[in-house]
């Protein structure tokens, strides 16, 4: 596919960008008010069209964007690349708002192309073996989750006037990474019946940079914290299963801070015996020493950035454009947040 991408001088930009270009598709143009790090990260991509004006790069002969700008900019973006006829990736969240959701998907439908937002957390390694191990019943019917994924940026937002903490961003830690947590929280639960969601001003006098939410149904529970106060990049997944438990602690991305990886523990109920717990490590250097049963994919993107990017690319060489699955868990995180964040 010829690809554009929106907001192409930003950080995660450069990074959806390299796991771009480790495929077959190829970058044609991209679009920002400067290049100057897009230019040092990608000497090899001098020669591709660049625009100030996104309005611009969508007449071009695309056939995916890649919208990568900051969240108040997506509104105005995502209904123009669609009505352009190009396939659309947006770093998450796609929206707030269970309305607006529903929009964007009527109208990639009707103009039929592919619509997806990029939750890369969901591609790890240690999440997938996790989740591979929920779906072959191991753990049996599951009534409690844990979720923390945490960082210590709000320091530097600050310091470095961050778009994240802009008053036009559309919030804070639960935007940045709590979102990451309910597009997991789909993979256990498909509807809430009742829950909250407490925000903390810590640091930061406009933007919640730490909270915690609780989503509840008849059989399962889900805690989810996300915090921009940890003292170092952090996180954990537990899951209790009727049969079994499993918590991932880590990503393998951590060993680049020197931190281990992602671990996985998981172990079957057995009484009167004890837990034979069973352990695997992810690491930089090394792929897996998972067991047999659980799947050992792994990237060259510590950010698991390419394996996203192949989800999107397979759905549109299938011609998917219904991507069912996809709008049912962005509807889920619009409901959670137009009801409990807003």
């Known amino acids: 596919m010829k690809i554009g991408v929106l907001g192409a001088n930003g950080n995660f930009a450069l990074k959806r960008i390299k796991a771009i270009a480790s495929g077959p598709d190829k970058i ?15 000497p090899n991509l001098a020669s591709v069209k660049k625009f100030t004006d996104y309005e611009e790069l969508l007449k071009e002969d695309l056939e995916a964007v890649v919208v990568s700008v900051p969240d108040w900019l997506k509104k105005q973006i995502i209904p123009l690349a669609i009505k352009a006829g190009k396939h659309v990736l947006v770093e998450k969240p796609l929206s707030l708002t269970v309305q607006e959701t529903k929009d964007y998907f ?7 192309v592919c619509l997806y937002a990029g939750y890369n957390l969901r591609y790890f390694p240690e999440v997938q073996a996790l989740l591979h ?31 994240r903490i802009s008053s036009e961003s559309w919030g804070g830690a639960f935007i940045d990474m709590g979102t990451h947590l309910l597009n997991l929280a789909h993979e ?23 909270c915690t939410a ?15 106060t ?36 998981w172990g079957k109920k057995n009484p009167p015996h ?4 069973k352990e695997s490590l992810w690491s930089i250097s090394q792929q897996t020493r998972a067991d047999a049963e659980i799947p050992s994919t792994f990237s060259v993107d ?37 009801k409990y964040y807003l």
Request: proline content about 2%; hydrophobic content about 40%; overall charge negative.
């Open 28 to 42: 044609m143009a991209v679009c920002d008010q400067g290049f100057d790090r897009f230019e040092k990260s990608f």
């Open 302 to 338: 510590v950010e698991f950035l390419d394996e996203d990017w192949q989800t999107f690319s397979r759905a549109v060489q299938e011609k998917n454009f219904n991507t069912e699955a996809e709008e049912k868990m962005n509807l889920f995180v619009a409901e959670v947040m137009e």
């Open 214 to 228: 609780i989503l509840k149904n008849s059989q399962l529970t889900i805690e989810l914290t996300a915090s921009w």
């Open 188 to 210: 256990f639960m498909d509807h809430f019946e009742s829950g909250f969601l407490d925000k903390q001003y810590i640091f930061s006098p406009n933007m919640e940079d730490h």
């Open 133 to 163: 191990l929920i779906r072959q019943g191991h753990l049996g019917p599951i009534h409690f989750v844990r979720m923390f994924y945490g960082h210590g940026g709000i320091h530097s937002f600050l310091q470095n006037e961050n778009w």
């Open 106 to 112: 009527s109208l990639a439908r009707k103009n039929k």
């Open 274 to 277: 004890p837990f034979a717990l």
């Open 230 to 265: 940890s003292w170092k990049s952090n996180f954990h997944l537990e899951v209790y299963g009727k049969e079994g438990v499993a918590e991932v602690e880590g990503l393998v991305k951590y060993a680049k801070y020197g931190q281990p990886g992602g671990f996985l523990r």
